[in-house]
């Protein structure tokens, strides 16, 4: 899945990953952050609905990145903030160094066979001490999608040479039609 891909779904207005507002595990969790100069990253972010939830939460480092222009380019005639880094590029392109990075229905996008790039580039882009958090769907992983499923078991595996899984456990507080089907982690940088 490339630029095009993913250019044609805003287009089309095939968005059925997108809430329509932030999604409420992430809040919570962002709610909890008493350092509002993190450096934060939403990577795949699209409407970044998060974006804008941390910014009216007076966070002051936040950078979106994603590969198709057109959410991007919504986002840019939205909010006009010194605050807010808009990225139009491929993920795996990006060279900085981020406090915390934000996940929201980035990794079940990707095919699985970029898996373990993500876990590495993930960690590649974090700093000392930095945080990836946010949300896995739990569901069986098949070759229908995206979004692509997963199991704690898999995630473990995965992650563990990266990160120290801090928590990595059902969501209780997921959007409805998400409910039983979502994984709320937080994993340390190694």
């Not at 095009?4 to 909890?32: C, H, M, R």
């Not at 350092?35 to 970044?48: E, R, S």
């Not at 700093?127 to 070759?143: I, Q, Y």
């Amino acid at each position: 899945m490339n630029r095009e891909f993913w250019e044609q779904k805003y287009q089309s207005g095939d968005t059925g990953w997108d809430l329509g507002a932030p999604s409420p595990p992430i809040t919570n969790y962002v709610d909890q952050i008493e350092d509002k100069n993190l450096k934060i990253l939403i990577p795949g972010a699209g409407n970044a609905y998060e974006a804008a939830y941390l910014l009216k939460n007076g966070f002051t480092q936040v950078t979106v990145v994603d590969i198709a222009p057109s959410p991007i380019n919504n986002l840019a005639k939205q909010y006009a903030s010194n605050y807010l880094t808009l990225i139009n590029q491929d993920f795996f392109e990006l060279n900085e160094q981020f406090d915390l990075i934000l996940e929201q229905t980035f990794f079940c996008a990707l095919q699985p066979s970029f898996r373990k790039k993500y876990a590495t580039k993930m960690n590649e882009l974090l700093l000392s001490g930095g945080k990836l958090a946010g949300l896995l769907f739990d569901f069986p992983l098949s070759n229908e999608g995206p979004p692509f499923g997963g199991d704690i078991q898999t995630y473990k595996a995965l992650f563990s040479p990266y990160f120290k899984i801090s928590t990595l456990t059902p969501c209780h507080n997921s959007v409805k039609p998400r409910q039983g089907r979502e994984l709320f982690f937080i994993f340390e940088k190694k």
